[in-house]
């Protein structure tokens, strides 16, 4: 049961029908080959026996002999096989002649009485006149062999057959379609075993993709198909876009992982950031539940605290909500926008929080954009809030507008304190504040996602000590005249 399962997989396998089809074609091609071979020799073999049939009966016909002069002159040339006496078996030369009268029969010639053999090739033509006329000989069967016959008339209406006997003519053929078939079943045979190995060669880098997949499958993501020393061309390009889907396949897993992750510290943080304005009120109520709070300064406090706690937790939520929009892709709402102004109108309001803090403004002029006004006024403003919460107040503050190879730049610097490298590269995660500062932990993020739903993307330079500078880059094609 074995054997049969694994003989039925070997030819259902893609080596198993290249194989299968290369037989079969060769097959095809030498039966076709054989058959015209046999065609045309037996072809060439009739027409040379033909040709000496009538040219024979064309000399006789010629010497307008009859049967009398045959007698008279003793033409034993023409009647050899009529001297033979009548045996049972076969003729002894490859010729038969004998002479036959209007009704068919054989006649004697000379001495000589009708043979077995004449009497059967006699009895054989059944219109011996009718052939006379025939342009070519005729197959007939004469004791069991085939030949082939022709006939002329005499003079005198006696009607001569002649024939010429196939039988060597047709075992000649047998013998060389015999040796044919010989010759191509070996043929074939050697054909299927190299073609078994080339395909097992050719087929060596389809194999190592099965087993490169199987990898993958149980977790190696990193499995690659290797190069193979003689690839073809279409396996050669099969292997590089396998291993260019396997890269792609990779870099999604391993984003999939990444975002898991972040979406779980996500989910941790926004828990954690909603409990504490949670806990705080829930004891603040507890306080008051139990009557503890009597005297009104008190209850004031207890008051101001829930709500300051209510508004964290309310402008944690638009945060949230914000960057879920972001995430989103939502449609924005784009129009010309002057950004210069908007550059200065948040440098004023940084000026009327913070008066202490020296800050120089570039962005003079008029610079049209075609963005989302509110959607810029939320980047400036988180990044002015950034600046105010994590500096010193008399830490001096750069804002910079430009255009610059058909894109806009929007920088914001300081020179405070700055990042070391770990903390710049976590800078635009959600929920993470250098140091466990003060604020949500959103700001730059909502930044960052403001900035790509506009086509743009956000960089950062920092190190410590030397401040930090964050440049919003707006591409060409947002860019108003």
Not at 9 to 38: K, P, W
Not at 66 to 81: E, H, M
Not at 273 to 279: A, D, F, N, V
């Amino acid at each position: 049961m074995s054997v049969r399962r694994r003989c039925h997989r070997g030819i259902h396998s893609l080596r198993g029908q290249l194989t299968l089809a290369n037989v079969a074609l060769l097959a095809l091609g030498i039966i076709v080959a054989t058959a015209v071979s046999l065609m045309g020799m037996r072809y060439y073999l009739l027409d040379q026996i033909d040709s000496q049939l009538l040219k024979t009966r064309d000399s006789l016909g010629s010497t307008q002999i009859t049967t009398r002069q045959i007698d008279s002159l003793s033409a034993l040339a023409l009647v050899r096989n009529g001297q033979v006496p009548e045996t049972q078996g076969p003729p002894n030369s490859d010729s038969l002649f004998a002479a036959v009268d209007k009704k068919g029969q054989a006649i004697t010639i000379g001495r000589f009485e009708p043979t077995k053999n004449q009497n059967a090739l006699a009895a054989a033509v059944d219109d011996p006149r009718a052939l006379t006329g025939d342009t070519e000989p005729r197959d007939v069967t004469v004791g069991g062999d085939p030949y082939r016959v022709t006939a002329v008339s005499l003079t005198d209406g006696t009607t001569i057959l002649l024939a010429t006997s196939t039988d060597a003519l047709h075992k000649g053929i047998a013998k060389a379609l015999k040796l044919d078939l010989a010759f191509g079943v070996l043929l074939l045979g050697l054909l299927a075993v190299l073609t078994m190995l080339s395909v097992s060669r050719r087929m060596r880098p389809l194999e190592d993709m099965v087993e490169t997949s199987s990898a993958i499958a149980e977790g190696d993501l990193a499995r690659r198909v290797p190069s193979n020393h003689h690839p073809t061309q279409e396996v050669e390009q099969l292997r590089l876009a396998l291993n260019s889907m396997l890269h792609q396949v990779e870099s999604a897993y391993r984003t999939r992982e990444h975002s898991a992750a972040q979406l779980r510290r996500f989910v941790a943080d926004a828990s954690h950031e909603l409990r504490t304005p949670l806990s705080a009120i829930r004891g603040y109520l507890q306080l008051y539940d139990k009557g503890m709070l009597r005297e009104p300064a008190e209850r004031k406090r207890a008051w101001d605290r829930m709500t300051g706690e209510a508004d964290r937790m309310g402008r944690l939520v638009d945060e949230l909500l914000t960057l879920a929009r972001l995430d989103q892709q939502p449609e924005l709402r784009f129009k010309n926008v002057d950004l210069s102004r908007l550059v200065r109108d948040a440098a004023e309001d940084l000026r009327a929080q913070q008066p202490e803090r020296p800050v120089s403004v570039g962005a003079d002029g008029a610079l049209l954009i075609h963005a989302d006004e509110s959607g810029l006024r939320q980047i400036l403003g988180n990044l002015v809030a950034n600046l105010r919460t994590h500096t010193p107040p008399d830490v001096p503050v750069t804002l910079d507008l430009e255009r610059v190879d058909g894109v806009v730049r929007l920088c914001v610097a300081d020179e405070g304190p700055g990042l070391d490298e770990e903390d710049a590269t976590r800078i635009f995660d959600r929920f993470f504040r250098a140091g466990g500062g003060a604020g949500s932990g959103l700001g730059l993020a909502i930044v960052q996602g403001v900035a790509t739903a506009h086509g743009g993307d956000v960089t950062v330079r920092t190190s410590p000590g030397k401040g930090l500078a964050i440049t919003v880059t707006l591409p060409a094609e947002a860019c108003g005249s």
